[in-house]
């Protein structure tokens, strides 16, 4: 695969991340250039990553083989609608933007398909997460039909560039994903809190309360993905009978929990659902 050609149309905090990861896998700076509406984004991102960058989005993607849309979804339409006579059909768009559908972008960039002329946007929507930032992240990757396989190979190159990459086949199951992987790092972050907080009135000390539960929910993700058995056999394996485990991991039970856990995934489901909808008008 010869190196795609990338442009960035917003060169924010996850432009960043992704352009950061690109250049850690040794794409060369040549390859990549970012537009900004902002003059200090645009001189921040060329000082960090020696890339050209533009005020221009239309100038930006001159060329490139892969349009990254990495502006907030509430930006989205009015960026892509300005955008729409400048795309050509073979270049891949990869949206990264929360809740915006694949009907709702090829509407804004191909405003004038018709059965007689369809159109061919290709396109990748991806559901990062915030860990991307530390290049720890994971996504959920779903292509359209207009997207070849060569051109899922640079989706995927761009995504992995940040942590994992997993394709879905349904571009529903982006919420589900979003409930999971895109809102789950606040998940972990509240049970840190409250782990913190019944270990302080327990009676130790704050920062040592905060640095035993930040050690033991990394130390806890690194066995569960370095292991070959699944979580509720871990689990099994350090829950003694009687012992101090299972005197927690009943309370958990009894209050509840798993079901808990789903409620709050299905709320995250069904808003992302619901905003989908708001912000693909
Ligand atoms: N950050 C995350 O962890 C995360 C996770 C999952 C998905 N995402 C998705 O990633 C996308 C970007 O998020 P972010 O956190 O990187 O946002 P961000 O830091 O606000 O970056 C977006 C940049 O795009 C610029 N911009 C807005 N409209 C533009 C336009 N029409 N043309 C050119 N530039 C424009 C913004 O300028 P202004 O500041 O002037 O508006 C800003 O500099 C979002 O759609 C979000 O849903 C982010």
């Known amino acids: 695969m010869t190196t795609p050609r990338i442009a960035f149309i917003g060169a924010g905090n996850m432009a960043a991340s992704l352009i950061g990861g690109l250049r850690a896998q040794g794409v060369a700076a040549s390859a990549i250039r970012a537009s ?51 795309v050509h059909a073979g270049q891949l768009i990869v949206s990264i933007a929360a809740g915006i559908s694949c009907a709702s972008l090829e509407r804004w960039l191909a405003p004038q398909s018709s059965a007689a002329r369809p159109n061919v946007c290709a396109i990748v929507r991806c559901m990062p997460n915030t860990p991307a930032l530390l290049r720890q992240g994971v996504s ?17 190159q761009l995504l992995s560039a940040v942590g994992l990459a997993l394709w879905l086949d349904q571009e529903q199951l982006l919420d589900a994903v979003t409930a999971v992987s895109g809102s789950g790092p606040a998940y972990f972050f509240l049970m840190i809190e409250a ?8 009676g130790l000390p704050r920062a040592t309360a905060a640095q035993l ?15 070959d058995v699944d979580a509720s056999e871990l689990r099994r394996r350090v829950t003694s009978p009687a012992g101090t485990t299972e005197a927690a991991i009943n309370t958990f039970q009894a209050g509840g929990f798993a079901a808990l856990v789903e409620q709050a995934l299905n709320a995250a489901a069904h808003r992302s659902a619901e905003l989908a909808e708001q912000l693909g008008q």
């Open 36 to 86: 900004d509406r902002g003059a200090e984004q645009r001189a921040k991102i060329a000082a960090e990553y020696a890339i050209d960058t533009f005020a221009s989005n239309a100038e930006a993607i001159q060329g490139a083989d892969v349009i990254v849309l990495a502006v907030k979804p509430q930006a989205m339409k009015d960026m892509c609608l300005d955008l729409a006579a400048h």
């Open 140 to 156: 959920g990757l779903y292509a359209n039909a207009h997207v070849s396989s060569e051109q899922r190979q640079q989706a995927e």
């Open 195 to 202: 782990m913190t907080a019944a270990g302080e009135k327990l």
């Open 213 to 227: 539960t930040l050690h033991t929910a990394l130390g806890a993700a690194r066995m569960a993905v370095a292991s």
